[in-house]
Protein backbone atom coordinates (compact mmCIF):
# COMPACT_ATOMS: atom_id res chain seq x y z
CA UNK A 1 0.00 0.00 0.00
CA UNK A 2 0.94 3.67 -0.90
CA UNK A 3 0.70 7.06 1.59
CA UNK A 4 -0.11 10.24 0.13
CA UNK A 5 -0.61 12.83 1.92
CA UNK A 6 -0.58 16.10 2.45
CA UNK A 7 -0.18 18.28 5.96
CA UNK A 8 -0.10 21.52 7.44
CA UNK A 9 1.39 21.26 10.93
CA UNK A 10 1.59 17.43 11.17
CA UNK A 11 -1.52 16.18 11.75
CA UNK A 12 -2.20 14.12 8.68
CA UNK A 13 1.38 13.50 7.87
CA UNK A 14 1.57 11.65 11.41
CA UNK A 15 -1.97 9.93 11.16
CA UNK A 16 -1.08 8.06 7.75
CA UNK A 17 2.24 7.08 9.17
CA UNK A 18 0.56 5.47 12.08
CA UNK A 19 -2.20 3.95 10.01
CA UNK A 20 1.15 2.30 7.61
CA UNK A 21 2.96 1.02 10.69
CA UNK A 22 -0.60 -0.67 11.87
CA UNK A 23 -0.99 -2.04 8.44
CA UNK A 24 2.10 -3.09 6.59
CA UNK A 25 5.25 -1.85 7.98
CA UNK A 26 7.03 -2.49 4.72
CA UNK A 27 4.47 0.67 3.68
CA UNK A 28 5.70 4.15 3.15
CA UNK A 29 3.84 7.44 2.94
CA UNK A 30 4.72 10.77 0.68
CA UNK A 31 3.76 13.59 0.44
CA UNK A 32 2.35 15.51 -2.65
CA UNK A 33 5.16 17.53 -3.04
CA UNK A 34 8.00 14.66 -3.24
CA UNK A 35 8.91 14.32 -6.82
CA UNK A 36 8.98 10.46 -6.36
CA UNK A 37 5.32 10.10 -5.78
CA UNK A 38 4.53 9.95 -9.59
CA UNK A 39 6.64 7.50 -9.90
CA UNK A 40 5.13 5.71 -6.53
CA UNK A 41 1.86 6.11 -7.38
CA UNK A 42 2.26 4.41 -10.78
CA UNK A 43 3.55 1.24 -9.18
CA UNK A 44 1.29 0.39 -6.54
CA UNK A 45 -2.71 -0.52 -6.92
CA UNK A 46 -3.89 0.08 -3.49
CA UNK A 47 -3.39 3.62 -1.75
CA UNK A 48 -4.24 5.70 1.51
CA UNK A 49 -4.72 9.23 1.33
CA UNK A 50 -4.43 11.43 4.18
CA UNK A 51 -5.25 15.13 4.47
CA UNK A 52 -6.56 18.03 6.80
CA UNK A 53 -10.05 19.00 5.61
CA UNK A 54 -10.85 22.88 5.20
CA UNK A 55 -14.39 24.23 5.58
CA UNK A 56 -15.72 20.59 4.75
CA UNK A 57 -13.68 20.59 2.05
CA UNK A 58 -10.17 19.53 0.32
CA UNK A 59 -7.74 21.39 0.21
CA UNK A 60 -7.03 23.59 -3.17
CA UNK A 61 -3.31 22.81 -3.14
CA UNK A 62 -4.56 18.41 -3.33
CA UNK A 63 -7.49 19.03 -5.37
CA UNK A 64 -5.25 20.21 -7.74
CA UNK A 65 -2.89 17.79 -7.47
CA UNK A 66 -5.10 15.31 -8.39
CA UNK A 67 -6.69 17.04 -11.26
CA UNK A 68 -3.39 17.85 -12.68
CA UNK A 69 -2.69 14.13 -12.56
CA UNK A 70 -6.20 12.72 -13.39
CA UNK A 71 -4.71 9.96 -15.93
CA UNK A 72 -2.84 7.96 -12.54
CA UNK A 73 -6.04 7.36 -10.73
CA UNK A 74 -8.08 4.54 -12.94
CA UNK A 75 -8.49 1.38 -10.65
CA UNK A 76 -6.57 2.39 -7.97
CA UNK A 77 -8.35 0.73 -5.05
CA UNK A 78 -8.12 4.13 -2.27
CA UNK A 79 -8.70 4.58 1.49
CA UNK A 80 -8.87 8.03 2.88
CA UNK A 81 -8.04 9.80 5.64
CA UNK A 82 -8.65 13.07 6.72
CA UNK A 83 -8.41 15.26 10.34
CA UNK A 84 -10.15 18.24 11.56
CA UNK A 85 -10.85 20.00 14.45
CA UNK A 86 -14.50 19.56 15.03
CA UNK A 87 -17.72 18.58 12.23
CA UNK A 88 -16.99 15.61 9.76
CA UNK A 89 -19.80 15.26 7.56
CA UNK A 90 -18.60 14.25 4.06
CA UNK A 91 -14.88 15.09 4.22
CA UNK A 92 -13.32 11.89 3.17
CA UNK A 93 -16.42 11.67 0.65
CA UNK A 94 -15.49 14.76 -1.13
CA UNK A 95 -12.16 12.91 -2.48
CA UNK A 96 -13.50 9.44 -2.68
CA UNK A 97 -16.09 11.34 -5.44
CA UNK A 98 -13.42 13.16 -7.11
CA UNK A 99 -11.43 10.42 -7.29
CA UNK A 100 -14.23 8.48 -9.48
CA UNK A 101 -14.19 10.53 -11.82
CA UNK A 102 -10.44 9.03 -12.57
CA UNK A 103 -11.43 5.47 -12.37
CA UNK A 104 -10.11 4.94 -8.77
CA UNK A 105 -12.17 2.99 -6.39
CA UNK A 106 -12.70 4.18 -2.70
CA UNK A 107 -13.17 1.34 -0.07
CA UNK A 108 -13.82 3.44 2.78
CA UNK A 109 -13.36 6.65 5.00
CA UNK A 110 -11.57 7.55 8.55
CA UNK A 111 -12.50 11.01 10.22
CA UNK A 112 -10.10 11.68 12.74
CA UNK A 113 -10.22 14.73 15.24
CA UNK A 114 -6.82 16.16 15.68
CA UNK A 115 -5.73 19.72 17.49
CA UNK A 116 -6.69 22.51 15.96
CA UNK A 117 -3.64 24.12 13.65
CA UNK A 118 -5.54 27.73 12.75
CA UNK A 119 -3.29 29.83 15.06
CA UNK A 120 -4.82 32.83 15.17
CA UNK A 121 -8.42 32.13 15.99
CA UNK A 122 -9.31 31.51 19.45
CA UNK A 123 -12.56 28.81 18.04
CA UNK A 124 -11.58 24.90 18.83
CA UNK A 125 -8.39 26.00 21.10
CA UNK A 126 -8.29 23.19 23.90
CA UNK A 127 -5.96 22.35 26.80
CA UNK A 128 -2.56 21.08 25.88
CA UNK A 129 -3.93 17.61 27.96
CA UNK A 130 -7.17 18.00 25.36
CA UNK A 131 -4.71 17.88 22.79
CA UNK A 132 -2.86 14.91 23.97
CA UNK A 133 -6.08 12.97 24.72
CA UNK A 134 -7.10 13.75 20.54
CA UNK A 135 -3.87 12.05 19.79
CA UNK A 136 -4.06 8.76 21.86
CA UNK A 137 -7.96 8.60 20.25
CA UNK A 138 -7.33 9.10 17.04
CA UNK A 139 -4.20 6.24 17.55
CA UNK A 140 -6.94 3.98 18.80
CA UNK A 141 -9.37 4.75 16.03
CA UNK A 142 -6.75 3.85 13.56
CA UNK A 143 -5.54 1.17 15.14
CA UNK A 144 -9.23 -0.26 14.86
CA UNK A 145 -9.72 0.53 11.25
CA UNK A 146 -6.47 -1.27 9.93
CA UNK A 147 -8.27 -4.41 11.86
CA UNK A 148 -12.01 -3.76 9.87
CA UNK A 149 -9.92 -3.16 6.48
CA UNK A 150 -8.06 -6.24 7.10
CA UNK A 151 -11.32 -8.17 8.20
CA UNK A 152 -12.80 -6.73 4.78
CA UNK A 153 -15.07 -4.32 6.29
CA UNK A 154 -13.60 -0.82 6.31
CA UNK A 155 -14.69 2.54 8.01
CA UNK A 156 -17.36 3.77 6.04
CA UNK A 157 -16.77 7.69 7.56
CA UNK A 158 -17.46 10.29 5.06
CA UNK A 159 -19.14 7.74 2.58
CA UNK A 160 -22.50 8.06 1.39
CA UNK A 161 -25.24 10.33 0.64
CA UNK A 162 -26.13 11.06 3.93
CA UNK A 163 -22.54 11.98 4.90
CA UNK A 164 -22.86 13.80 1.70
CA UNK A 165 -26.32 15.89 2.70
CA UNK A 166 -24.85 16.93 6.48
CA UNK A 167 -21.08 17.85 4.88
CA UNK A 168 -23.32 20.03 2.39
CA UNK A 169 -25.99 21.67 5.04
CA UNK A 170 -23.59 21.56 7.39
CA UNK A 171 -20.75 23.84 6.49
CA UNK A 172 -19.76 23.60 2.39
CA UNK A 173 -22.57 25.76 1.19
CA UNK A 174 -21.90 28.57 3.65
CA UNK A 175 -18.06 28.91 2.89
CA UNK A 176 -18.21 27.69 -0.86
CA UNK A 177 -15.29 30.28 -2.11
CA UNK A 178 -13.16 29.92 0.92
CA UNK A 179 -11.07 26.92 -1.21
CA UNK A 180 -12.40 27.30 -4.94
CA UNK A 181 -9.70 29.49 -5.23
CA UNK A 182 -5.95 29.92 -3.50
CA UNK A 183 -5.95 32.68 -0.48
CA UNK A 184 -4.59 36.47 -1.05
CA UNK A 185 -5.57 37.29 2.70
CA UNK A 186 -1.87 35.99 4.54
CA UNK A 187 -0.46 39.21 5.86
CA UNK A 188 2.50 39.18 7.33
CA UNK A 189 3.68 42.11 9.35
CA UNK A 190 7.10 44.52 8.45
CA UNK A 191 7.50 45.13 12.05
CA UNK A 192 7.33 41.72 13.48
CA UNK A 193 9.36 40.21 10.73
CA UNK A 194 13.16 39.64 10.82
CA UNK A 195 13.54 38.07 7.28
CA UNK A 196 14.67 34.82 8.73
CA UNK A 197 12.91 33.35 5.34
CA UNK A 198 11.81 29.74 7.79
CA UNK A 199 8.09 30.37 6.11
CA UNK A 200 10.06 30.82 2.53
CA UNK A 201 11.26 27.29 3.11
CA UNK A 202 8.17 25.96 4.33
CA UNK A 203 5.78 27.46 1.63
CA UNK A 204 4.59 24.65 -0.62
CA UNK A 205 3.25 27.14 -3.18
CA UNK A 206 6.37 29.41 -3.05
CA UNK A 207 4.35 31.81 -1.80
CA UNK A 208 6.73 33.61 0.26
CA UNK A 209 9.73 35.66 -0.78
CA UNK A 210 12.04 37.83 1.62
CA UNK A 211 12.83 41.40 -0.30
CA UNK A 212 14.95 43.88 1.43
CA UNK A 213 15.01 41.87 4.68
CA UNK A 214 10.85 41.50 4.97
CA UNK A 215 8.97 38.33 4.18
CA UNK A 216 6.14 39.76 1.87
CA UNK A 217 3.13 37.26 1.05
CA UNK A 218 1.70 36.61 -2.47
CA UNK A 219 -2.18 35.61 -3.32
CA UNK A 220 -1.34 31.72 -3.95
CA UNK A 221 -2.22 30.32 -0.45
CA UNK A 222 -3.51 26.99 0.32
CA UNK A 223 -3.76 28.05 4.09
CA UNK A 224 -1.76 25.01 5.34
CA UNK A 225 -0.80 26.76 8.12
CA UNK A 226 2.84 26.33 8.44
CA UNK A 227 3.92 29.28 7.79
CA UNK A 228 1.98 30.74 11.18
CA UNK A 229 2.54 28.08 12.93
CA UNK A 230 6.23 28.28 12.90
CA UNK A 231 7.06 31.59 12.19
CA UNK A 232 9.98 32.43 15.48
CA UNK A 233 8.38 36.13 15.77
CA UNK A 234 4.39 35.18 15.30
CA UNK A 235 4.33 37.74 12.12
CA UNK A 236 2.21 35.78 10.17
CA UNK A 237 -1.67 35.53 10.06
CA UNK A 238 -4.27 34.21 7.93
CA UNK A 239 -8.04 34.23 9.31
CA UNK A 240 -7.45 36.57 12.15
CA UNK A 241 -5.41 39.50 13.25
CA UNK A 242 -2.94 37.71 15.88
CA UNK A 243 -1.49 34.73 16.85
CA UNK A 244 -3.62 33.00 19.49
CA UNK A 245 -1.63 30.02 20.13
CA UNK A 246 1.48 27.95 17.63
CA UNK A 247 0.23 24.14 17.00
CA UNK A 248 2.39 21.71 15.68
CA UNK A 249 2.09 17.98 16.22
CA UNK A 250 5.14 17.81 17.65
CA UNK A 251 3.89 19.79 20.60
CA UNK A 252 1.26 17.03 21.94
CA UNK A 253 3.70 13.98 21.43
Same mark, same amino acid.
Given at each position: ?22 ? @? ?13 ? +????? +?? @?????? %? ?7 ? *? ?57 ? @? ?32 ? %????? *? ?23 ? @? ?22 ? *? ?7 ? %? ?13 ? %? ?21
Amino acid at each position: MLGIYFSGTGNSKYCIEKFLQEY @DMTSKAFSIEDKQLL +HQISQ +HK @DIVFSY %PTQYSNIPK *ILKDFIINHQNLWKDKRVFIITTMGLFSGDRAGILARLLKKYGAVTIGGLHLKMPDSIA @DEKALKKTLESNKKLITNAEQKIKHAVRKIQDGT %PPQDG *IGIFHHIAGLFGQRLYFINKTKYYS @DKLKISADKCIGCGKCVSLCCLKN *IVVKNGVAI %PGNQCTMCYRCVNNC %PKQAITLLGKRVIEQSKIEKYL
